[in-house]
């Protein structure tokens, strides 16, 4: 290995950040460039003075109090938690040339005192314009001019150039390549060798500007010398501190950078090494541990503290030195992107050293800006809201220099706002330089930088769209972090204040804040981040985009996004909004063919009113949407009928880490939905009617869900007429909406609403003709409640002459074979057959004699019923013209009077006795006898001689009563049977000896096989009196007659 050369000393000048570094004792080549004040320099600048002062091992007077510090002058102190040791206590005699390390001269940190150039202290008085850098680029404009500025340090103090020693002679130009050269052919084993090949390169790069044998062969050897960089970094420990060897490597990659030599940029290899060296001085152990590690295990001639410290310090320098030049903030970008995980750091030590680092990083790049277009840095939402989340940091060291480094990072926004701003909207650029000058007039720079929200309020007003989503969704990150929740929460609550509607990317921000409501513990916080979501969904530009986002999560919601729903914090005017926009979502689906599978957005936005019916806190939009919300949530009950969590078209991968319960369906969301509404509204009367009556139940049931329907809405319109009445109205436009089940329950709703007198105000067009319509639909259930609105709306006098020309409509409905549709049409009729024309009349009758004997006993019944309502209603100029009707209705009344339903019997008694009134007929008191006629024959024979005699020449009774012999009801037939026999008796003998008896037998003898013992019996009994009468009318039968009687009964 070659030995060290005899190299000239190095001197240094003053780097950026007015800071030092203390000199070794290897010799070193003269500066050619800007260097570091420490190293034999001749003069420091006014900072590094002010830093000396507060920060050096040296013994100096105390400097005269800066006026307005709000940071404590004892950061070094603090840092090393009060452990930090002199310098001058370390062993300086004997030393060799490694020992003088950290003896020859103090070591600081860059950090600029209140007094210093780099104040964030200000009076607004003193403020500076922004000065015009070297891109010619500058804020000319009067309100730019007038944004509070640092009063900026002059060039020749942040970046004075060394006093040049004369350049190196051509022997040792070639001896320092030729030794650099066997390095990267050997081996560095030795700690001398290392920072002998260090300070070669070092020394060799300053000969770049006059040597093009210097900068061929490092522009030749850039990948050796990373590669050797890279090695040198690896074998560094990271637990512990024993060597400058670090140090030496920042100086050098220091050195090449101001002399436009690259090492961390570009390649790939480049790359891992900017990442191995941030890595390797970041996650070094704090300066207390490191000091007491020394006193555990003495390793080396240095002091711990103190090689730290210039290590650090040569950090801060390499980082300066990649921005000193950096007209596209391209090395920031980069700078930013690997220091960025460090600034968020869970340790302590690793966040002060990333946050101090890049304060100095920005002060420099305040100080030596010139921006030139394209600009490469695009992430300024982000390290904005980075850099603001960390002067809220609970470490007050963190917190300080963050907030050094947001007052840089503010003149950096200014100039790159106004190089990239649009020049044909110059206006907008004065509107927000104006803003921001009247937010830091109002706010003083310490109040401004102790507050992470009021940062928000100044920077909100540079950053555009993009720039906006960054800092929302970096600020959002912060709540991941308990040190950083508080600050996070208030960052993000001001910045969408004042934003406004000026973000694009609201899905990816509701994202993640879903995604982090669970892990905040704060309630504050937890209060600040529902608030942003509630700031984003009054906005109507978003109002559909935060819901959609919120609409896609599984139900039902977990705790955290059902405190979301419950707790939304909205101004009142934007509650009827948000709660409508809600609500449409649910519509929407009801709007469409019934699918398949249901919609998830319909169950979740259920689910979602739920909630918010449970926060209560859209109370007021609530009662104003009532009837929209209680007919949207029916209707989703009707949809959700028999359907499971199965029968919903689920997103995929929404419930990949969660089964669903089969206890949760679409219609318990639906079920529990309406009836937090109807409480939540003070319809408690209402609430309770549909729990005494099974009204819920109802609901829930697919037959019976419209009888579910009419129960709630008579008692809303019982007990809350106004909400009734606001209802209907909404139903007007309603009912021609959506799907058959939409149309169905909004139908069975409105139909209920018709009983109020406030129905005689809707025009005909709504009600009479809709009515009208739903008479001729294909769905039964749509003429059932045609026929109910109809009967409805006959209580409103002025209504019923509308209705009668629907009676053709209502007719034709008679011989439905849905036994409600008939019985609703009876009805009707009922109230209207005083009115009809005789022509009407007498069809009707004739429609309602053909249901006499229904096998429905309520049909058999009412048609019975309206029957006589009509003869009771014919004129008595029309009575001739339905005589015959009357007469022909007397046998099947006579025998229908015996029927085994009482109600059927005891109406046809009541029927019979107004036909005969028509007649003016008087009938016997046997016919009013409710005992069987089989048990009193005598009695039902005089029966028969009243209609015997009353009858005969006008119809065929015998006739019409044996077709009764053939009826499916066994009174029936017994009675039809045992009046046939007695009948017989009074019948005409002349007309029986012209058409014989042998019809009326055979229909008899037919009825000997049933198998009912009674009516055989009365039918042998029936069978041998009309022989008998059939024998007296021809006496030759008699004998046959009895012998064919007696071989017909069975044995």
Known sequence: MPLPLPLPRRGRGARPGGSRVASTSLPRATAHSPRRAGRGAPSSSHAQRLTRRRHSSEQVPPAPEPQADFRSGKWLQDRSGGDARDPRQAPRTGMGSRHRICSREEVVVPYASDSDSGSVDLQLSNLEDVKKGPSSLELTDSDVSDIPELPQESLADSFRHPTHQGPLGKPIVERLIQSVREFFDGELKSELEKLTFLRSLSSLSQTLPYDETTGSFIHSHIADIVHIL????????????????????????????????????????????????????????????????????????????????????????????????????????????????????????????????????????????????????????????????????????????????????????????????????????????????????????????????????????????????????????????????????????????????????????????????????????????????????????????????????????????????????????????????????????????????????????????????????????????????????????????????????????????????????????????????????????????????????????????????????????????????????????????????????????????????????????YSVARLRDWLHHENNLFKILGLKGLNYLLGHQEMREDIKSLLPSILDLLRETDEKIVLLAVQILLQLVGTMEFTTLTAMMRTLFSLFGDVRPDVHRFSMTLFGASIKSVKYTDKKGVENQVLDSLVPLLLYSQDENDAVAEESRRVLTICAQFLKWKLPQEVYCKDPWYISPSEVGTVCKFFGKKCKGKVNILAQTLMFSKNAKLPIRRTAVLFVGLLSKYMDHSELRTKGTGWIEDDLRDLLRDPEPSLRIITSQALFRVQKVGAESDPTQTVFGLRKLMGCLPT
């Open 230 to 765: 890279n090695r040198l970094v690896e074998e560094e420990p990271l637990h512990s501190l024993f060597s400058p060897v670090r140090q030496e490597v920042f100086v050098t990659i220091t050195d090449l950078s101001y002399q436009d030599v690259h090492l961390l940029f570009g390649s790939e290899d480049r790359t891992d090494l900017f990442s191995l060296i941030m890595k390797s001085i970041i996650t070094l152990p704090s300066v207390k541990t490191l000091t007491q590690l020394q006193d555990i295990m003495p390793s080396g001639p240095y002091n711990s503290e103190c090689l730290y410290r210039q290590t650090f310090q040569a950090f801060s320098e390499m980082l300066q030195s990649l921005v000193v030049k950096d007209p596209h903030l391209e090395n920031l970008d980069t700078i930013f992107k690997h220091m960025d995980p460090w600034l968020q750091s869970i340790k302590d030590h690793e966040r002060e050293r990333a946050t101090a680092s890049m304060a100095q990083v920005l002060k420099c790049l305040s100080i030596h800006l010139s921006l030139k277009l394209p600009l490469q840095f695009q992430r300024l939402g982000h390290l904005v809201a980075l850099m603001a989340l960390l002067c809220g940091d609970p470490l007050k060291e963190v917190a300080k220099e963050a907030a050094e480094g947001m007052h840089y990072l503010l003149h950096i926004t200014l100039r790159l706002k106004y190089i990239t701003h649009d020049k044909k909207n110059h206006q907008s650029l004065k509107r927000a330089m104006k803003k921001c000058r009247e937010l830091l007039e109002l706010y003083s720079i310490k109040q401004f930088y102790s507050c992470p929200f009021k940062i928000a309020q100044v920077f909100e007003v540079f950053l555009n769209s993009d720039e906006l989503c960054q800092f929302v969704m970096t600020t959002l990150d912060g709540l991941k972090n308990p040190y950083t929740q508080q600050s996070a929460g208030e960052l993000l609550i001001t910045l969408v204040e004042n934003a406004e509607s000026r973000f694009e990317k609201v899905p990816e921000i509701m994202g993640v804040i879903c995604a982090r409501l669970s892990i905040i513990s704060q309630p504050r916080v937890r209060q600040q981040i529902i608030n942003t979501v509630s700031l984003f969904i009054s906005r109507p530009k978003y109002t559909d985009t935060v819901i959609n986002h919120l609409l896609c999560h599984p139900v039902p919601y977990d705790r955290h996004l059902a405190e979301l729903w419950r707790t939304l914090e909205v101004e009142l005017p934007s509650t009827t909004w948000i709660l409508w926009r809600l609500l449409r979502k649910l519509q929407k689906c009801h709007n469409v063919p019934t699918q398949e599978k249901m919609a998830y957005v319909a169950v979740a936005a259920t689910d979602a009113l739920y909630e918010v019916f449970m926060g209560n806190r859209l109370r007021a939009a609530a009662f104003r949407l009532f009837p929209q919300l209680l007919m949207t949530l029916l209707i989703q009950i009707h949809h959700s009928i028999g359907l499971s969590m199965s029968d919903v078209a689920i997103p995929s991968g929404l419930y990949t880490e969660q089964e669903t319960s089969s206890e949760v369906t679409p219609l318990c969301f639906a079920i529990q939905a309406t009836k937090t509404l109807l409480l939540r509204t003070l319809c408690w009367q209402e609430f309770n009617i549909m729990e005494k009556n099974k009204g819920w139940t109802l609901l829930e049931g697919k037959d019976c869900h419209l009888q579910g329907v009419s129960l709630l809405a008579n008692a809303l319109l019982e007990r809350s007429h106004l909400l009734a009445h606001k209802v209907m109205y909404l139903l007007v436009p309603f009912l021609n909406r959506g799907n058959d089940k939409h149309q169905l329950t909004s139908a069975g709703f409105f139909v209920e609403l018709l009983q109020s007198p406030v129905a005689r105000r809707l025009p005909s067009i």
